[in-house]
């Protein structure tokens, strides 16, 4: 875990609703100091805020947060909301108002889409404050709710961009691949082609010359090949692939393919029909 949680002082940072909410908020219930906070079990880090009280919190200020309330926020999971620590049973006595000397209080919970916790909404002011009423609650709610959906979004949207390079730089090895692929083989068939030129020089029956025909019509036609797979290489990692159109006929093509496979089954016949 960061020690000082830049990528999510970030990432809050690039949601453009956090500040228009935040001052929202302030108006609606006339509180001066709102906040989004990351608190984990150690740790309370403000993300980003609106302090109209000299509170003196900034974005990536930390308070100990075992002196928040927050941090009760976070183990119980449900809302704290206090409209006057002096009248509050259960707060009048709490050692975080005494601590920050606050009288008004709300923290709304933020979870992630997979229900864990991330941190809290909140809101204080030295004075009493109405705040337990559904409408105020609800607001609260529901921009905790939209926080909680545009860190969601981004973090899907980060995973996306990371799959998509992943996707991208596998592609680019591949398509290098296919071209040193396409090279190597250059050399076996130029090695294959000088062995042949000894023999072309030395008496053949008949037999012979039609095996070194084949031989040199199938080495032209891998040559031709290995230029197609260079060409696609080339037109993947490169500016395209530049074509030549020509009216040449198709029967030889044809007649070598089934001469190499007539040659590979000799005891095999293999007929072929022109339409």
């Known amino acids: 875990?960061?020690?000082?949680?830049?990528?999510?002082?970030?990432?809050?940072?690039?949601?453009?609703?956090?500040?228009?909410?935040?001052?929202?908020?302030?108006?609606?219930?006339?509180?001066?100091?709102a906040a989004v906070a990351r608190v984990t079990e150690e740790r309370w880090v403000c993300l980003a805020v609106n302090d109209e009280i000299?509170?003196?919190?900034?974005?990536?200020?930390?308070?100990?947060?075992?002196?928040?309330?927050?941090?009760?926020?976070?183990?119980?999971?449900?809302?704290?909301?206090?409209d006057h620590?002096?009248?509050?049973?259960?707060?009048?006595?709490?050692?975080?108002?005494?601590?920050y000397g606050i009288q008004s209080y709300i923290s709304m919970p933020i979870f992630l889409k997979d229900g864990s916790f991330f941190g809290t909404f909140c809101a204080i002011d030295p004075k009493p404050t109405k705040l337990k009423d559904p409408?105020?609650?609800?607001?609260?709610?529901?921009?905790?709710?939209?926080?909680?959906?545009?860190?969601?979004?981004?973090?899907?949207?980060?995973t996306a961009e990371a799959s998509l390079l992943d996707v991208r730089t596998t592609s680019e090895l591949r398509e290098q691949?296919?071209?040193?692929?396409?090279?190597?083989?250059?050399?076996?068939?130029?090695?294959?082609?000088?062995?042949?030129?000894?023999?072309?020089?030395?008496?053949?029956?008949?037999?012979a010359s039609s095996i070194m025909l084949l031989m040199h019509q199938s080495i032209a036609r891998m040559s031709a090949l290995i230029d197609n797979v260079l060409d696609f290489a080339r037109g993947r990692l490169g500016g395209g692939i530049t074509l030549t159109r020509s009216r040449a006929p198709l029967e030889p093509v044809l007649r070598?393919?089934?001469?190499?496979?007539?040659?590979?089954?000799p005891d095999r016949i293999v007929r072929a029909r022109s339409t």
């Open 1 to 33: 875990m960061e020690s000082d949680f830049t990528s999510d002082i970030d990432t809050i940072a690039s949601i453009e609703a956090i500040p228009t909410i935040l001052n929202v908020v302030c108006r609606v219930t006339g509180m001066g100091f």
């Open 177 to 207: 691949f296919i071209a040193v692929l396409g090279h190597d083989l250059r050399n076996p068939l130029a090695s294959i082609g000088a062995g042949m030129r000894p023999l072309e020089r030395t008496p053949l029956n008949e037999k």
């Open 135 to 158: 409408g105020v609650v609800g607001m609260f709610k529901l921009f905790a709710d939209l926080i909680a959906f545009h860190l969601d979004s981004g973090r899907r949207l980060a």
């Open 256 to 265: 070598q393919v089934i001469d190499e496979l007539q040659s590979a089954h």
């Open 85 to 99: 620590v002096a009248e509050d049973e259960l707060y009048c006595n709490h050692h975080t108002p005494a601590i």
């Open 54 to 82: 000299a509170f003196g919190l900034k974005p990536g200020g930390e308070l100990k947060v075992e002196t928040t309330i927050c941090h009760e926020v976070r183990q119980s999971r449900e809302a704290v909301v206090i």
